[in-house]
């Protein structure tokens, strides 16, 4: 069965901290994608990888980096947390030149 | 640039009804769509897909939806809504970017159920 773990469900940090979000897949997939979604905004992609140490910005990427040392494993990190990147963070992986992409359960990230 | 529109944004239904989610695209090719399902605290399931084909699709969980090209949408379908399809479904189009694969999501409708 497909899957995609986040290594939290929910996070707390203070403005100006260093956060990492790590997402791991099981699947072997290419393709793998950081969004965040807040209310009435809809997903909104952050970042994605389509190969170990290749990545492309997404629509939001400010604020943010990503890190692609193995295939499995995809992290985003907050260089320097602010009030405004609270939200959920969603991580998704998909097979290369395929669309249908699988969501991880999510991290809710509260900046104080 | 693609873009998804779901223009409700709250729906309430009763138990056993049926049920119809509206979805518009803009983008300029045959497109890939897709409806997700997102239950309180979850991430994101896949309902179904349309890649090209039959344009009526059928999903899990008794779900449905039919691409009609000319009106540009993706609307999803079910003949007898259950209590625990109360969740927040989202629409989204996919762009092959020559690198991966991209989805642009619609903002979601939040359903909720009556009984």
């Known amino acids: 069965d497909v899957k995609v773990t986040q290594s939290s469900r929910y996070l707390v940090k203070r403005t100006g901290e260093k956060v990492f979000l790590e997402c791991v897949q099981d699947m072997d997939h290419e393709n793998m994608f950081w969004y965040r979604q807040d209310p009435g905004l809809g997903l909104r992609l952050i970042y994605f990888?389509?190969?170990?140490?290749?990545?492309e910005k997404g629509d939001i990427p400010e604020g943010y980096s990503v890190s692609r040392e193995k295939k499995e494993r995809f992290s985003l990190i907050l260089e320097s947390a602010s009030t405004n990147q609270t939200s959920m963070y969603l991580c998704?992986?998909?097979?290369?030149?395929?669309?249908?992409?699988?969501f991880g359960p999510g991290t809710r990230l509260t900046v104080l | 640039a693609q873009s998804v529109t779901q223009p409700d944004i709250h729906i309430t239904v009763s138990e056993g009804a049926s049920l119809e989610l509206r979805c518009n695209y803009s983008y300029g090719a045959t497109p890939y769509l897709f409806w997700y399902v997102q239950s309180p605290g979850q991430g994101l399931q896949l309902l179904l897909k349309?890649?090209?084909?039959?344009?009526l699709v059928q999903g899990i969980k008794g779900f449905e939806a039919e691409f009609k090209r000319s009106q540009s949408s993706f609307n999803l379908r079910k003949p007898s809504v259950h209590w625990s399809d109360a969740a927040e479904y989202f629409c989204a189009v996919g762009l092959n970017t020559g690198t991966a694969s991209k989805l642009t999501f619609g903002t979601g409708t939040r359903l909720q159920v009556t009984l």
């Open positions: 990888s389509y190969d170990v140490k290749m990545k």
């Open positions: 349309y890649f090209s084909g039959d344009t």
């Open positions: 998704a992986s998909s097979l290369r030149f395929y669309n249908e992409q699988f």
